[in-house]
């Protein structure tokens, strides 16, 4: 395998897309050998895209917020505090 064939696994699924993308795009457009490299490259790509897709998805855990706790109202409390000159 090539060393780029190697890293794929550890890719990242935004980085697996890109590379599928630029690899679509040198086998249409690039020079003989970067389109040979692309062509061998896409069913790798293509085959770790599938055993992502095959793994079983963990739900993700929304975060919890922590509530504030209050203090019940008693009383008079809308009163503003007088002001007195000292």
């Known amino acids: 395998m ?3 064939a190697d890293m794929i696994p550890a890719m990242s699924d935004p980085d697996l897309k890109a590379l599928r993308a630029n690899a679509e795009r040198l ?3 690039g020079s003989p050998v970067q389109a040979a490299t692309a062509a061998d490259i896409l ?3 293509d085959a770790e895209t599938a055993r992502r897709a095959a793994l ?14 209050v203090v019940p109202v008693t009383g ?4 503003l505090p007088s002001k007195t000159a000292a």
């Open 43 to 45: 069913p790798l790509i």
């Open 2 to 4: 090539t060393p780029l």
């Open 56 to 69: 079983p998805t963990t739900p993700k855990k929304r975060a919890t917020v922590a509530k504030k706790k």
């Open 76 to 79: 008079h409390q809308t009163a």
């Open 27 to 29: 086998t249409a457009s």
